[in-house]
């Protein structure tokens, strides 16, 4: 397995990628909601405030993960969200995300950024450093549906700052459905 920024080329290999995990565990609706958010990510976000990273093996990419910048009105905390994520259903439960995550993470740190959130499940993402949030602490861009999927982490080890003010999130997942 090996772990990689993802540099183009390989868009329509990674839409179908998330279209077919997210199938797999949420049924077809979701599998096609999420390709097109993907699309969209890709097709619609500037280069500056996207970051894909990709887990390939033997060429074939077995995962991805999607980080997009998040910005706020009272804050310039460089911070990114996660969103979305997906390994192939037959590589999951192997370590395929989590390892994808940590390097993410480790790329993203390189770069300047200080924390990450994502909207997800915590028994998953507690295992790669995320720990719930409010929206006192961290607001969201949007209205949670399920607030207790709010999760975030520093990626400097420090401790967490609650930011007031509203964030900003990119047009393609600014969307009270991915909420």
Known sequence: MQNQIYKGGRDQEIIELFIQTFSDSEGKKEGLLIGE???NLLDRTPPQDLRVFLSTEEEEVIGGVFFSRMRFENSATATWLLSPAAVQTRFQGMG??????????????????EMAVTYGDINF?????????TIDIVPSPQ???????????????????PISGRSFCVEAINDPVYW
């Open 37 to 39: 958010l993907v699309r």
């Open 96 to 113: 395929v995300g989590q390892n994808l995550i940590r390097f993410a993470h480790d790329c993203l740190r390189e770069a300047g950024a």
């Open 125 to 133: 993402y507690s295992k790669v450093g995320y720990q719930p949030v």
């Open 143 to 161: 209205p949670l549906s399920y607030p207790e999927g709010w999760i975030a982490q520093s990626l400097r080890r420090e401790k967490l700052l």
